[in-house]
């Protein structure tokens, strides 16, 4: 679980650097709405994971949730 998280994370962190580098959209605006979207999926997923992995948490500690 640990590792999905971290994946998503770096893909998170390099959508967000590459949104945040203007020569971004100076090479290539029209990724940039791709980019915006594959970022919204990128923060949901990193979302879903940690709320995977409390519950997770949660039923190894003996209180489902």
Do not use: C, F, H, N
């Amino acid at each position: 679980m640990e590792a999905a998280i971290l994946a998503a994370e770096e893909r998170k962190s390099a959508l967000e650097a590459a949104l945040g580098d203007p020569a971004t959209y100076q090479k290539d605006g029209a990724a940039v709405a791709g980019m915006r979207t594959d970022l919204e999926v990128a923060t949901a997923e990193v979302e879903r994971l940690y709320a995977r992995w409390q519950e997770l948490e949660a039923v190894r500690a003996g209180s489902p949730s």
